[in-house]
């Protein structure tokens, strides 16, 4: 029996998750030179997204920071976003 073309796709993304660097909000703060709470309550969520910046193993309240997207954040040009601010204090980007 021949391994199915499934197998080996999930393993690809199996290796390409398990090169990540994943780093707490105190080690992301020595590398980036803001505060791990500033990390944890300003940037989160904010600039840094979950799924994306960083993720919540096994739906716990543990954070884990993957390094290379945040690298990848930090050095990507900005471009001038369309914000909108909304009542109740948050915005729409439009």
């Not at 969520?45 to 993957?66: A, L, S, T, W």
């Not at 001038?80 to 439009?94: D, F, K, T, W």
Request: glycine share 6%; net charge positive; aromatic share 12%.
């Amino acid at each position: 029996m021949f391994p199915s073309r499934t197998n080996d796709s999930n393993q690809e993304h199996k290796e390409a998750f398990m090169k990540q660097t994943l780093l707490n909000a105190k080690e992301l703060s020595q590398r980036i030179k803001f505060s791990a709470a500033y990390i944890n309550h300003t940037l989160k969520d904010n600039v840094f997204f979950e799924g994306v910046h960083y993720i919540k193993p096994f739906g716990g309240r543990k954070i884990f920071y993957i390094w290379e997207e945040v690298e990848r954040e930090l050095f990507k040009k900005q471009q001038r976003r369309l914000v909108v601010p909304m009542a109740r204090g948050g915005v729409c980007h439009g």
